[in-house]
Nanobody, 124 residues
Framework: QVQLVESGGGLVQAGGSLRLSCAAS????????LGWFRQAPGKEREFVAT????????KYADSVKGRFTISRDNAKNTVYLQMNSLKPEDTAVYYC?????????????????WGQGTQVTVSS
């Protein structure tokens, strides 16, 4: 059974940093493209970042480019999202997702496996 478990969310002041982690089990992690998505209250879930199976390619939403960094450790079956210079508009539930691709995938509908989400709240 595939499980993706996010952690690292919390409350932070604007300008601060958080690092989210997503630990995966039940799949061949090194063969999976991974993504981070988020959903703010009253809004649809949106793409944040994605990383290829090898880790050699990444893509970001324009809203987080230059502030967030996605990375992965295939030895630990874990994907990370380093979030710097946080803004109140980054407040959302953050989800990690995985599927068996090689290349980056920014489309939500292409992911089969999802975590339960972790809350990030940025105060002004």
């Amino acid at each position: 059974q595939v499980q993706l478990v996010e952690s690292g969310g919390g409350l932070v002041q604007a300008g601060g940093s958080l690092r989210l982690s997503c630990a995966a089990s039940g799949l061949t992690f090194s063969s999976c493209t991974l993504g981070w998505f988020r959903q703010a209250p009253g809004k649809e879930r949106e793409f944040v970042a994605t990383i290829s199976a090898s880790g050699g390619s990444t893509k970001y939403a324009d809203s987080v480019k230059g502030r967030f960094t996605i990375s992965r450790d295939n030895a630990k079956n874990t994907v990370y999202l380093q979030m710097n210079s946080l803004k109140p508009e980054d407040t959302a539930v953050y989800y990690c997702a995985a599927n068996y691709f090689w290349h980056t995938r920014p489309q939500e509908r292409e992911y089969e496996y999802w975590g339960q989400g972790t809350q990030v709240t940025v105060s002004s």
